[in-house]
């Protein structure tokens, strides 16, 4: 049997902001976000996720592979539309951990801002804690691209 000590509070936590800028109004921004973190989800390398959001205080968020199985993500905690998406859960992570996102879309000059925070809580691996910038810039990129592309129609 082998053990791994963790020192500090410092090696449970992880802390991830990003600004993201768009060229697209707050209500169009908004919508392409739900659309984002729902049907619309994909990987890194485009592997279709199979979303989905229920758009609710209480809603939830998951992975539906049919069949009565798939994977829990979280709840939404908070929504204001079109301002704030808050979602509370494990996210992707099978492991003793809770996340907590934020998104808040304001406007600004020529577009939306939205300021997007991801504070989990737990026991991270490494490598999950190292790859959770890279999902979160494409998912972010993606959103960009598609309010943009909503906003032009």
Do not use: C
Not at 4 to 27: D, F, P, R, Y
Not at 85 to 90: R, Y
Request: no cysteine.
């Amino acid at each position: 049997m082998s053990s791994t000590a963790m020192a500090g509070i410092e090696n449970l936590t992880t802390n991830i902001t990003q600004e993201i800028h768009v060229k697209a109004s707050l209500a169009v921004t908004f919508e392409a976000l739900l659309e984002q973190l729902g049907p619309e989800n994909d990987t890194p390398e485009g592997k279709r996720m199979s979303m989905k959001i229920e758009p609710w205080p209480g809603g939830r968020w998951f992975r539906d592979l049919g069949d009565g199985n798939g994977h829990f993500w979280g709840n939404v905690q908070a929504i204001k539309r079109p301002t704030l998406v808050e979602i509370t859960g494990p996210l992707f992570m099978s492991y003793p951990v809770i996340s907590n996102l934020q998104y808040r879309l304001s406007e600004e000059d020529g577009g939306t801002l939205i300021k997007f925070h991801h504070m989990a809580f737990g026991a991270i691996p490494d490598e999950h804690r190292q790859g959770m910038g890279k999902g979160w810039t494409h998912m972010h990129q993606r959103l960009r691209e598609r309010a943009e592309a909503k906003g032009k129609r």
